[in-house]
């Protein structure tokens, strides 16, 4: 690795650790030469993955295509630089997972969607917004609502008097005849 300050050719690694949520390694180096120290990290990255677009075109995958749209659905949203890549590493790990060498836009599309409405409902619906083409409001409304909590989650049973758990009291001992 090129020193950033001489450019010498030689630096030696001082540490290393993992990165975030475990998908990278950031490494501590020093240059032989003039002693300046700086971090690298390395990243897992896709090769060979093709895209479909919808009307047929393939073009090979870009990193950088999947960070513009979700940050584009995250503008002015509280998330954090680390915790944005540790979103685009988990979608890129299930994009992986697929096991294809060619994926349609609508699986990238669906995977993003997945993890944006497990962080946040506002990115969610904007990026699903684009995605999903809505017309009018009403498109809109059905999206938002499958996003409601009542809607999502079974209905708990109100406890009443006579179905809650029958609690023994510590101080009370049951006396022997």
């Known amino acids: 690795m090129l020193c950033l300050a001489c450019h010498h050719p030689d630096t030696k690694v001082t540490d290393s650790r993992l990165a975030g949520d475990g998908l990278a390694v950031r490494r501590r180096r020093m240059c032989e030469k003039c ?14 993955l093709t895209v479909v677009k919808r009307n047929g075109a393939k073009e090979p995958y870009a990193k950088e295509k999947l960070e513009s749209g979700i ?3 995250f503008q002015k949203r509280p998330i954090t630089d680390e915790n944005f890549r540790m979103l685009v590493s988990h979608i890129e790990q299930d994009i992986e997972m697929l096991g294809e060498s060619e994926v349609t836009t609508s699986d990238v599309g669906e995977i993003v969607m997945k ?13 699903a917004s684009v995605y999903r083409s809505f017309k009018d409001a009403e498109s809109f409304r059905k999206e938002l609502k499958s996003l409601d909590p009542r809607s999502r989650a079974p209905k708990k049973q109100q406890r009443t008097r006579k179905n809650m758990p029958r609690r023994k009291n510590p101080r009370f001992k049951k006396i022997k005849k």
């Open 35 to 48: 002693g300046f120290r700086f971090s690298t990290y390395e990243e897992h990255e896709i090769l060979n």
């Open 71 to 73: 940050k584009k659905s």
């Open 115 to 127: 993890h944006l409405k497990e962080i946040d409902d506002v990115a969610y619906i904007r990026f």
